[in-house]
């Protein structure tokens, strides 16, 4: 065990010993897929369609 900590920080506090093999535990980035880009694409345009569509009805209403 002391030969895994190899680093030690002292202070006027209690000393604080840091373990220098310990593994990553951050996940590998997910890239998105063709599929997932298309779909962001569609409901971008059917939103920018309904906004388009409903534009005019709010403006005869005020």
Request: hydrophobic share 45%.
């Amino acid at each position: 065990m002391q030969s895994r900590l190899e680093h030690s920080i002292q202070t006027s506090k209690p000393t604080i010993i840091v373990p220098t093999d310990v593994e990553p535990n951050i996940p590998s980035p997910q890239y998105w897929g063709t599929e997932t880009i298309l779909a962001i694409a569609i409901l971008i345009r059917a939103f920018a369609l309904l906004i388009q569509t409903l534009t005019p009805l709010i403006k005869k209403q005020v």
